[in-house]
């Protein structure tokens, strides 16, 4: 089973995912969380740090609704080593979504074909998309499989909600399962898998998902992974052993008072 990191802004950094790295197995990809191209062309300082090489191993995700931005930046993330690319399609966030990015481009659907358009014709990297299915209501996504199904995507990552419904509620999979009949395209499930028991049933429902996004779920048990692919899984000793190495990364990296704030954000989901 294919197992991928989520990217949560505020919790997998590049410290979490280095120290996760090093103490479980089983995540074949990490996902940045997402950068934005500014207007003239660069990366902000934060960013920059986000995505240098020592810290920024994973594949880099892109907030944005410009081609020209998205190539710009595409190319700059091939210069800086990386081999794919990931358009942000799924952030539901307010802030985001009144600039019509994230999931607020699935309410403008001519402004996201103009958007693929100018990415698929001369994007430099292999491009992964993460998606909603709709803004609103989940009968929107018929619309976009058939914008989906026009473009060479090198992985579909579904996160089968809404805006409007953000976590809220239970994800539409018959909705996946469209997606599954109407695509020709590498798939990826994400959305409310918190134990092993729901990785498995969703690959019986699905087999022919190529992956598996985790987020809160891999948070909250970050031997999940590690124990879907047949190894260990998480005892306390192995959580308290992975708790004391990032505590010790982040008091290396940062003062006292981000390190709390980070090991609070983090250790809130651990499961025992």
Request: with cysteine; aromatic share 10%.
């Amino acid at each position: 089973m294919t197992v991928y990191l989520a990217p949560l802004e505020g919790v997998t950094d590049a410290v979490f995912r280095r120290v996760h790295r090093d103490c479980f197995s089983g995540v074949a990809k990490y996902f940045i969380p997402f950068v934005s191209p500014t207007q003239n062309l660069t990366f902000t300082a934060r960013d920059l740090s986000i995505l240098a090489p020592v810290n920024g191993f994973g594949v880099p995700q892109l907030l944005c609704k410009d081609a020209a931005l998205f190539l710009w930046a595409a190319q700059a993330l091939g210069d800086m080593g990386y081999g794919e690319v990931n358009l942000n399609l799924g952030c539901p966030s307010g802030t985001v979504t009144a600039k019509g990015k994230g999931s607020g481009l699935l309410a403008d659907v001519p402004a996201l074909e103009r958007l693929l358009d100018g990415v698929f014709a001369r994007s430099p990297l292999p491009v992964s998309i993460k998606t909603r299915i709709g803004y609103t209501r989940p009968d929107e996504f018929d619309r976009l499989l058939d914008v989906f199904a026009r473009y060479p995507i090198h992985e579909l990552i579904i996160h089968p909600r809404t805006r409007v419904e953000f976590y809220k509620g239970t994800p539409h999979r018959e909705a996946f399962a469209k997606a599954h009949a109407a695509l020709d395209r590498p798939l990826c499930y994400n959305g409310d898998l918190f134990c092993e028991a729901d990785c498995r049933e969703l690959m019986r429902q699905f087999p022919n998902t190529r992956a598996l996004m985790l987020g809160r779920g891999l948070i909250a048990n970050p031997a999940l992974a590690q124990s879907l692919g047949g190894g260990e899984a998480l005892c306390k000793a192995s959580l308290r052993a992975f708790h004391d190495r990032l505590l010790a990364a982040y008091q290396a990296k940062y003062p006292a008072h981000v390190t709390l704030g980070r090991m609070r954000e983090i250790a809130k989901h651990f499961v025992c």
